[in-house]
C-alpha cells in the first residue's frame, strides 16, 4: 500500500493519537506479514537472517486519462521482468532488519504504437525493536522512448518513524506525480 501526495516535500509532521491511524495500522500489517513469513531462525538474536530470492515476469498497464504528465487519450501497456530479494534478519541486540528491493526493467507501448524502455525500483527497509520502529520506502519509476510519454519520471521517499503507540513521524518526498503516474 502506498500513500501519495502530489507536490514536494511534505516535510515532518509528528502526530498523537490514542490508536495508531491508518499508517499504523499498514505498517502493522507489514511487520506481521514479515513475522509469519520468516522462518523463526531468521528471528533469533544475532543470525545472519534469510532470504528469499525471486524472478518472475509482470505486465500491466498505465490507462488513459489517468496520468496527468501525459496526453489523456494515451495508455501504455508495460511488460518486464521482476528482480527482488526479501531479507529477514536479528541482530545481537534482538532487533528486526527487513531489506526488501524489487527492481523491473522492461519494454512498453503506447496506444500510438510507440515503444518505450523503463525500469522502476522499490526499496523497503524496516528496523523493528518493538518501538521505535523506522520504515523507509524509496520507490522510482523511469519511462524512456520515442512517444508523447518519454522522460516520465516520478519518485518519492517516505519515511516512518514510530516512537510510542500512536506517535509518529513522517517524512514524505515526491518528484513527478507517483500516484497516478507511477503504473505499477
Same mark, same amino acid.
Do not use: K
Given at each position: 500500500?502506498? !500513500? @501519495? ?10 502526530? =498523537? =493519537?490514542?490508536? #495508531?491511524?491508518?499508517? $499504523?495500522?499498514?505498517?502493522? !500489517? /507489514? ?9 523463526? =531462525? ?17 505486465? !500491466?498497464? #498505465? *490507462?488513459?486519462? +489517468?496520468?496527468? *504528465? ?7 501497456? @508495460?511488460?518486464?521482468? /521482476? ?14 532488519? /527487513? ?9 512498453? +507501448?503506447? =496506444? ?5 524502455? @523503463? ?36 519518485? @518519492? /521517499?517516505?519515511? #516512518? ?9 513522517? +517524512? !514524505?518526498?515526491?518528484? $513527478? ?5 507511477? *503504473?505499477?
Amino acid at each position: 500500500m502506498r !500513500f @501519495f501526495t502530489s507536490g514536494a516535500t511534505l516535510g515532518r509532521r509528528t502526530r =498523537s =493519537s490514542g490508536a #495508531l491511524g491508518s499508517r $499504523g495500522r499498514i505498517l502493522a !500489517f /507489514v511487520v506481521a506479514v514479515v513475522a509469519f513469513a520468516t522462518p523463526a =531462525s531468521a528471528l533469533a538474536a544475532g543470525n545472519a537472517g534469510s532470504t528469499t530470492v525471486y524472478t518472475e515476469p509482470i505486465a !500491466f498497464t #498505465l *490507462a488513459a486519462g +489517468v496520468c496527468p *504528465a501525459l496526453p489523456e487519450e494515451l495508455s501504455i501497456d @508495460f511488460s518486464g521482468t /521482476v528482480h527482488g530479494h526479501l531479507h529477514v534478519s536479528t541482530d545481537a541486540n534482538g532487533i528486526v532488519h /527487513v531489506n526488501w528491493p524489487d527492481t523491473i526493467t522492461g519494454t512498453a +507501448v503506447d =496506444s500510438e504504437g510507440n515503444t518505450y524502455r @523503463f525500469n522502476y525500483t522499490n526499496v523497503q527497509i524496516v528496523r523493528d525493536a518493538g518501538l521505535p520502529i523506522e520504515v523507509t520506502i524509496t520507490d522510482h519509476f523511469n519511462l524512456v522512448g520515442n512517444g508523447a510519454a518519454n522522460q516520465l519520471h516520478t519518485f @518519492f /521517499v517516505l519515511r #516512518l518513524l514510530i516512537t510510542a503507540e500512536g506517535e509518529e513521524e513522517i +517524512v !514524505f518526498s515526491t518528484h $513527478g506525480d507517483p500516484g497516478p503516474c507511477d *503504473a505499477i
